[in-house]
């Protein structure tokens, strides 16, 4: 079956299971794409029927590093400067509260706060249970063709605000929109980013393939495949795939030959052959996985040759979802995804490409991360170009909307280089030549956080330079959903808890013994350790706190021998959320003499929106710069130590703070007019743009004058 027939029958596929809920699909699945050669040139042609208005979210840049950035590279941020000066300068964007991603994205998607759009952090907790669970997506039961385990729909409320101008007639292509999972159809092109699952995990898993039995204790991850034998020169393995109608996980063969000299491989999926050398990425890789004697789903993934000899070391990335035969649809109208690999190539489909998690489980070095994020940051390049060559072909004219990632997972991952304050800083290793990677004679690993951002500038200078081409007027924004600052000490909430007598354990448990948190360790979970009949709070989320409110915590429908509904009254909640909100304002680190919290807000007087407020977590935590809710107590566990030194196997930069210490960023060719421009104000004022009032439930306000007349 050829590449577009293959879509072709996706794109059916999907149609005929989930017609209710994804509205255009099958009218997608009609529409005829153009390829990018066969877009006409722009140049000279009338003003399109709506004004042109490109958006550049870039995830993760903060303004204050943006403005440091600037002035000590002057020559390499022309593009930056020019922009700034048509702004008035960089502006700091209101955050959301808590200021993560999924929360402050959806800000900026629906112009609600979490209150009305109902993303409260990454984390949610299952009331009865009180097990953390995915806060963007809800499951629904398995769908009668039975391709993945359960349908995911939207948790979000709220309409994107490019559906509320497809209402009006104004087109907008939205390309790889975070939280746009499922992805959301627009008058134009929509594509998904962050939170679109690998087909083998949610946030995906990578694998390491070596014949070095020693590996598997060095790493965090279960995903090591070490059992591999070399016989003539051959290893026979498998790739991991999604759970079968068995519950087992499914395998594709993948065959490796070595080269004779130690210099190479060639890597056979069935599907095709990739010759490798020591030290090169490959191309994608399609492979296939048989889910039951009916059903097969097609996925891809790419590889990273470590070493041959004397032990042969193989990365695999997670299995993406193959854009040209998608199990769930990563674009809307569904096609547009495997035109899209047609024009530039096989890409990242994942969420969060970047491949944070390999990272953290010391499957890939600093060294390799990096040249993985450049993968992903050039594909990006490819990607925008070809969504410029449509935009500008469009004799309507319209929005655009396109999104890099990298600046926010670079940051997270490599920020402890340029940190000597920071407890991980790897000292001498810092002053590393990094000029392979920068271009940039002299650069060092210390200046990798600067680097990322100067990488943005060139970006900046194609828009320029596409949009000035076309002959057509246009306005543009760059936006980012929040700033960045040091993480270099772990706080855990629930061990703070239960040191202060609010959360209480079963007789016979104790916190984790362990001092460092990896994932497949000692644990101890709250919904097994805790005893619930004497619990009045625990913390499930980063920034999120709940009380164990009578009515709304229920009993553990697994667990007949006990009851552990709430015990909170909530005519005594108030009272109760003051006096811990207060203590935790007032603890501080006794190694540091700091205050780990700056502020902690109860939802229900911070947040304006009132549809999902009674979701909400009760207190929503707003650590000081330098501190964050531990990984561990995040999902529930206890750890040994209330605060600690955040050494590794985690994020070293963080945001996940205070929303005063970590703005986002706004630069725009539109007046600015507010003084203290928020993410929910750029929705009303891409609204107002197009003459359009902010719709029921938005919270935000136009900031720019030119907008408030075309309203």
Known sequence: MSRSSRAARAAAVWALRCAAPWGGALAGLLAVLPTASGYPAAQGT???????????????LDPDLLAEVMERYPEHTTNFRWLAERAGGIRALGTSNPPQSPVAWNNFITGRDPGGHGVFDFIHRDPQTRLPKGSTTRSTPASLFGLIPGDEVSNRSGRPFWQILADAGVPADIWRMPCNFPV??????SFSDMFTPA???AYGEATLFTTDQFVRANVHSEKVIDDLIVLDGVIRSYM?????ADGQRTRAPLTIYLDDAGQGAVLDTGLRQLPLRVGQWSDFAEFSFELDFLTSISGVARFYLRSVAPRFELYASPVNIDPRAPVAPVSEPVAASAEL???????YTQGMAEDVNALKDLLISPQEFLAQVTLVHEERRRMLDHALDRYLAKREGGLLFFYFSSVDLGSHMLWRFGDPQHPDFPGELAQGDTSAWTGRAGSRWSEIVSDLYLRIDPVLGRLRERLGASGQPYELMLISDHGFAAYQREFALNTWLLEQGYLVLKPGQEREAVE???????????????DWSKTRAYGIGFNALYLNLRGREGDDPRTTDVVEAGIVDPAEAPALLEEIRAKLEAWVDPATGRRPVRRAFPSATTLRGQERLAEAPDLLVGYEQGYGNSDASAIGRIPKNVVQDNLGGTFNGSHLMDPAVVAGTLLTTLPLELDDPELTDATAELLAFYGLPPAEGMVGRPFSSRSRAAR
């Open 199 to 201: 087909i083998d995990s």
């Open 184 to 189: 959301e159809p627009s008058d134009g092109l």
């Open 341 to 347: 690999a047609d024009a530039i190539g096989t890409y």
């Open 46 to 60: 009338p003003p399109p029927l709506h004004p042109r208005l490109v958006v550049l979210g870039v995830d993760g």
């Open 240 to 244: 991991l795939g999604p759970a079968g």
């Open 516 to 530: 460092r948190f990896v994932s497949s360790g000692e644990r101890r979970t709250i919904d097994r350790a805790v």
